[in-house]
């Protein structure tokens, strides 16, 4: 069973960064995407950002430019470095990584608690 561990959200005020991480733990055989998604309660779920196991990259238009993915493969974990946080930003942020399990073909879709990140003065 894969599980994935997220930290690094909070409070934080209008302009300043956070760093998201999100490990993922378990018997895997590989992990082609990993990404993050937000939701806002009445909204619907979108995603942030995501990073291939090839290291392509994926922005939404909104956070482009503030936003950094990156993802470290030996530790099987994946990270969202904020900068310049909006109010706009405020969300639960939930990580989404695609994992191979041993003796499988196809991949699986796992996702995290979220964690909450909120940006305010």
């Known amino acids: 069973q894969v599980q994935l561990v997220e930290s690094g959200g909070g409070l934080v005020q209008p302009g300043g960064s956070l760093r998201l991480s999100c490990a993922a733990s378990?018997?895997?055989?590989?992990?082609?995407?990993m990404g993050w998604y937000r939701q806002v309660p009445g909204k619907q779920r979108e995603l942030v950002a995501s990073?291939?196991?090839?290291?392509?990259?994926n922005y939404a238009d909104s956070v482009k430019g503030r936003f950094t993915i990156a993802r470290d493969n030996a530790k099987n974990t994946v990270y969202l470095q904020m900068n310049n946080l909006e109010p706009e930003d405020t969300a639960a942020y939930l990580c989404?990584?695609?994992?191979?399990?041993?003796?499988?073909?196809?991949?699986?879709?796992?996702w995290g608690q979220g964690t909450l990140v909120t940006v305010s003065s």
């Open positions: 378990g018997t895997i055989r590989s992990i082609r995407l």
């Open positions: 989404n990584v695609q994992v191979q399990l041993p003796g499988k073909w196809s991949y699986s879709e796992v």
């Open positions: 990073v291939g196991s090839d290291g392509r990259t």
